[in-house]
């Protein structure tokens, strides 16, 4: 593909971002601007949740479940490392095919997306606490169910973020083609040069980058307050 | 639920690797006209390097090797860039000289370069080429003759759904667009010859509008999603399944119909000599409607690589041997 270079400018995007820019093929309405740029921003941002939450309820049962029993290594390592070579835009496609566009199957796209790095990471997370401790609380008398909650996900914590936090700039950079599937997120500018200009893909690639920097900022804040002021690093 | 999406997956790939091995035969012939004249190669034009390129959907692919594979007939050092995601990015390109060409809908140029609104686009092919012509030399370009076909969207909807609410006319919508759900590009929903127009110049509102990969236009009728979606009037599906796809007339002029012509620029009309339109305007002769139709069925419905399409025009229309 030739590189065509669009002739976007840094300040031309960030006056699309905030004010209604005039298009050729509007007819005369404007577009971008502050208002359009928040109910995008706010539709990703729902995508992605949504997609995250899915993935969530799938993906840290089974990473804690075969963390725990030692067990199913080649399932959570091998299905985590299959999933990760599913291209995102073939199994849209995909889902387009088999369920139809729309939230829906936008949500299971992602949200397959967002598995892998979660259960991965989970399972290692999990394998590597000390034995020691895992013994110890068994010694103490606590359930199975017990020492998974108080023992081996508090220290597995650090681990399972990573995963989390792999799994939300994931989602999020890939909710951007969400336009080609129904669901009109930021994407629309990126895909929708010959309305939006130059300067109009330019911003929604900087907005993108600026949700995703965001979540991954707002998630290191919450790993932070979950994580056991044991396990947390501090200046001697 | 991921194995059945996996498994989904597997049978997915394995149908689609057997669609596309389907027989790329070029003797079911598309039926050019009258036959133009054989290309004749000559060697003075074997210095001159060409790029043609295209959008990035079948019908502008399809056009793009076409035009090169034509030039290359006659005896041009030329290949073809089909991947332009957008007439910007066609038209940047142009202008770069990245590509010595593209074929663009006369309609598409006037609309989005050149800021006419719909209803002020000539109707005869003729009229809107040479006003689309004189826009570009304003900017250091030029255009050739239009072809014989011309391209419009459409507001298409199954033939099921049109007799339930008793659709012919776009303003037939009026009073129950409400209930009907509208699929298209992502850009549509801006553009005046698109959505933005239906609201504008026809007064609908549509329950919802949702936007989607142009490939699955027709996918979301089928399925049951749309209620309706935005078509091209050379779509192959609308005389293939006659009674299960209908458009409906735009009766007040929102889509205007565009002839193509192909752009380049006067410094690679020099550099190439006469060959060069002579070659382009011959061999677009034979594409009529139906012939253009016929070459997006190849590509579309039938999985034909556009490259097998346009070999299969030019040798059944008599511009190859």
Redesign the interface.
């Known amino acids: 593909m030739i590189a065509a270079a669009p002739f976007a400018s840094f300040g031309g995007a960030f006056e699309f971002i905030f004010t209604p820019q005039t298009s050729n093929v509007t007819g005369g309405k404007g577009v971008g601007g502050i208002d359009q740029v928040i109910e995008l921003t706010l539709t990703q941002l729902e995508v992605t949740l949504l997609a995250l939450a899915l993935a969530l309820v799938i993906a840290l049962p089974a990473g804690l479940y075969f963390g725990h029993r030692g067990a199913g290594e080649f399932v959570a390592l091998g299905l985590g490392n299959a999933g990760r070579a599913v291209p995102e835009l073939a199994l849209i496609a995909l889902m387009a095919a088999v369920i139809g566009v729309g939230g829906l199957n936008l949500t299971v796209a992602l949200a397959i997306l967002g598995i892998p790095p979660i259960l991965t990471n989970t399972f290692v997370g999990i394998r590597q606490v000390d034995r020691a401790s895992v013994e110890a609380a068994r010694g103490l008398g606590m359930t199975e169910f017990e020492i998974v909650r108080k023992v081996e996900a508090p220290m597995a914590i650090p681990s399972i973020f990573t995963g989390i936090r792999t799994a939300t700039i994931n989602i999020v950079a890939t909710a951007t083609i969400a336009p080609l599937a129904g669901v009109a997120t930021l994407g629309e500018f990126i895909l929708g040069e010959n309305v939006y200009g130059p300067d109009g893909v330019l911003a929604g690639a900087i907005l993108v980058a600026l949700l995703a920097l965001v979540l991954e900022f707002s998630l290191a804040g919450l790993q932070r307050l979950l994580t056991s002021k044991g396990l947390k690093l501090r200046p001697a | 639920?991921?194995f059945a999406?996996?498994a989904?997956?597997a049978l997915?790939i394995g149908i689609s690797a057997c669609g596309s091995s389907s027989d790329s035969s070029d003797t079911t012939a598309s039926e050019g006209g009258e036959g133009g004249a054989a290309i004749v190669s000559n060697p003075d034009n074997a210095k001159v390097s060409l790029t043609i390129?295209s959008k990035n959907f079948p019908e502008q692919e399809i056009l793009g090797e076409i035009y090169t594979q034509a030039l290359a007939a006659a005896g041009y050092k030329a290949k073809s860039?089909l991947?332009?995601?957008?007439?910007?990015?066609?038209h940047?390109?142009v202008q770069?000289g990245?590509?010595s060409g593209y074929p663009e809908y006369a309609s598409t140029a006037l609309?989005?370069?050149?800021?006419l609104?719909?209803e002020d686009v000539p109707s005869d092919a003729q009229g809107a080429y040479e006003k689309a012509k004189a826009e570009f030399e304003k900017e250091g370009l030029t255009a050739f003759a239009p072809t014989p076909f011309a391209s419009a969207n459409a507001v298409g909807t199954l033939k099921k759904t049109a007799e339930k609410y008793g659709l012919k006319n776009v303003s037939d919508l009026e009073g129950v667009s409400e209930k009907l759900s509208l699929?298209g590009s992502?850009?549509c929903?801006?553009?005046?010859?698109c959505l933005?127009?239906l609201e504008?110049l026809y007064g609908l509102k549509f329950k919802s509008f949702?936007?989607?990969?142009i490939?699955?236009r027709y996918?979301?009728l089928e399925?049951g999603?749309a209620d309706l979606s935005i078509l091209f009037t050379t779509d192959p599906q609308l005389s293939a399944e006659k009674d299960k796809f209908v458009i409906l007339e735009d009766d007040k002029h929102v889509f205007p119909a565009g002839n193509i012509i192909f752009v380049t620029t006067p410094k690679v009309v020099e550099k190439a000599g006469p060959d060069y339109e002579k070659t382009i305007l011959e061999v677009q002769k034979g594409l009529t409607l139906p012939v253009m139709q016929e070459l997006d069925a190849r590509v579309e419905l039938e999985k034909q690589t556009p490259k097998e399409a346009a070999a299969a025009y030019l040798k059944s229309a008599g511009y190859t041997g």
């Open positions: 639920m991921v999406m996996l989904a997956l997915a390129g860039d991947s332009l995601g957008s007439e910007t990015v066609a940047k390109a770069s990245a590509i609309t989005s370069f050149f800021g609104e719909p699929y992502p850009e929903r801006q553009r005046i010859d933005a127009g504008e949702h936007p989607v990969d490939s699955l996918t979301v399925k999603q």
